[in-house]
């Protein structure tokens, strides 16, 4: 058997500085943010690589991030606010809409009884199939990308909520009725903060939803907006600024994603972290 290195001896001092040097190199490496950069940097340089080999079908990131630059004032500018104006005003409505709606179904079950049906025919019913009627009904203007955020976006937003609401502890209801609390407040004080989770998961794949399909609609019904520069980009075969546009699309779906997180950090994790407490024993 070797003997125990003297922690006090060059070569303990040495060994113990090569273990720390190891340990900090591991937690650098195993961090979110050195992960992500690092996935970054190495697909940009692969996608700059492959981009060059044949720029007419994948372009590259100096091309696209060039044209960007050039472009963004004149020409996605405008036409980002032709998207994001009825995108958000769509989805604040869809998601106002669909967290009362999920709250109410779950509450009454008549309400559960006659609405049930037609959102789930409504919700598995392709936004495409119902975008020729919607035009047919409102035109190709502001109206018709308005209606097809809200039906993109407030049934995944109502079915989250309806399901939260049905997974809260029923002790909480009863510790509440214990202390005559009326319907209204177990409602919005236990039942809503309860399942906020719940409905900030069925917010975010309603917003996803709801770019996508206002960006379908500004395709085919080519109107303004940035799914209108896609169309004609790829009409022109212009795949650089095409890919432009696309990144505007994936940067505004990554800085609502942060939002959204934050928003649920302020709202469900403090109402978590009171459910999961340990309860104090009386007298203790």
């Known amino acids: 058997m070797s003997a125990p290195i003297d922690e006090t001896s060059p070569l303990g001092v040495a060994s113990a500085s090569s273990e720390g040097i190891r340990s900090t190199v591991v937690r650098f490496v195993k961090n979110k943010w050195t992960l992500r950069v690092l996935s970054l ?58 967290i009362l709606i999920g709250v109410l179904m779950a509450a009454n079950k008549s309400v ?30 502001f109206d018709v990308r308005l209606a097809i955020v809200i039906l993109s976006a ?13 997974e809260v502890n029923s002790s909480l209801v009863d510790v509440g009725r214990s202390f005559n609390a009326n319907r209204w ?14 409905a900030i998961a069925g917010i975010r794949v309603g917003f996803g939803r709801g770019l996508i399909g206002i960006i379908i609609a500004e395709i085919l019904t080519a109107g303004a907006g940035l799914g209108n520069l896609i ?14 546009v696309i990144i505007v699309l994936g ?4 800085i609502f994603t942060a939002a959204l997180q934050y928003v649920e950090l302020r709202l469900a994790q403090p109402w978590r972290r009171r459910r999961t407490r340990p309860q104090k024993e009386v007298g203790a």
């Open 185 to 198: 407040t177990i409602s919005t004080k236990i039942v809503l903060r309860s399942s906020m989770p719940y």
């Open 112 to 141: 559960d009884v006659a609405l049930s049906p037609y959102i789930v025919a409504i919700y598995a019913t392709p936004r495409i199939a119902l975008l020729p009627v919607l035009i047919l009904w409102l035109g190709v203007g």
């Open 41 to 98: 940097i190495a697909v940009i340089a692969l996608w700059e690589y492959f981009g060059r080999i044949d720029p007419l079908k994948a372009s590259y990131p100096t091309q696209f991030l060039s044209l960007l630059v050039e472009d963004f004032v004149p020409r996605i500018l405008p036409a980002a606010g032709e998207t994001f104006g009825p995108l958000g005003m769509g989805f604040a409505i869809a998601s106002v809409a669909g």
């Open 251 to 254: 940067a505004a779906a990554l």
């Open 231 to 244: 169309n004609d980009d790829a009409r022109y075969y212009d795949i650089g600024a095409m890919f432009s």
């Open 154 to 166: 407030i049934f995944p937003v109502i079915l989250n909520t309806y399901l939260g609401c049905k």
